[in-house]
């Protein structure tokens, strides 16, 4: 089953925070993050394997709630190179690997 | 190659031709996936395969719809008598990880596929 994203839009101004959220109905064992530009193919941002773990790299960072079987994704201080579709990814335990609907994010200067 | 590399990049097709689209992936990446994207839309789940077995096919739309990975390698997503609604583009990943989840996904730029 897919997951549920959200918003499924959002715009900010160069240096403003966002806060993507992904949610399942089906336990998680894991969550990727992935960034899609238009006409380009999604490129990998993280990957959180265990409840409650936490990543980030630059000014991007994200959460994993096991228990919640929910993820976030969190974009502090946004520049304009951020702008594209992100999309959780989820897998149900071996059985597949589903992507998200996504979520459009466009800075703006 | 260093990255995926799929092939063809644009193809167009009458209704009711069959088309294959080719999926070279990262030389030694066990795991492989297909997927559909309509514009707009997130890449929706086809099937995987682990080195030439496929696991999961239960998101190929039809049975006009064949994938396969014989020597565990490239694969091949063939669509028979394509249909308009058959349009759009097909990515393929690979992961280096053994099991689905574990490891990064690296897409190839995708074959876009429109059917008149």
């Known amino acids: 089953q897919q997951p549920v994203q959200s918003p499924q839009a959002v715009i900010l101004r160069e240096g403003e925070d966002a806060v993507i959220n992904c949610s399942s109905s089906k336990a998680l064992y894991s969550v990727h993050w992935y960034r899609q530009k238009h006409g380009e193919a999604p490129v990998f941002l993280m990957i959180?394997?265990?409840?409650?773990e936490q990543k980030g790299h630059d000014k991007i960072s994200a959460s994993f709630n096991e228990k919640k079987q929910q993820s976030s994704l969190y974009l502090t201080a946004s520049q304009l190179s951020y702008s594209g579709t992100y999309f959780c990814g989820t897998d149900n335990y071996g059985q597949n690997f589903v992507f998200g609907p996504g979520t459009r994010l466009s800075v703006l200067p | 190659g260093a990255g995926v590399s799929q092939s063809p990049r644009y193809k167009v097709a009458k209704r009711g031709q069959d088309v294959a689209l080719r999926c070279d992936p990262i030389s030694g990446h066990v795991s492989l996936f297909w997927y559909q994207q309509a514009l707009g839309q997130g890449p929706e789940f086809l099937t995987y395969?682990?080195?030439?077995?496929?696991?999961?096919k239960s998101g190929l739309p039809s049975d006009r719809f064949f994938a396969e990975r014989p020597e565990g390698s490239v694969s091949t997503l063939k669509i028979q008598r394509t249909q308009q609604e058959d349009s759009a583009v097909y990515l393929c990943?690979?992961?280096?990880?053994?099991?689905?989840?574990?490891?990064?996904?690296?897409f190839g730029e995708g074959s876009r596929l429109t059917v008149l």
């Open positions: 395969f682990q080195n030439e077995a496929q696991l999961d």
């Open positions: 990943a690979s992961s280096s990880g053994g099991g689905i989840g574990t490891g990064e996904l690296f």
């Open positions: 959180l394997l265990k409840g409650g």
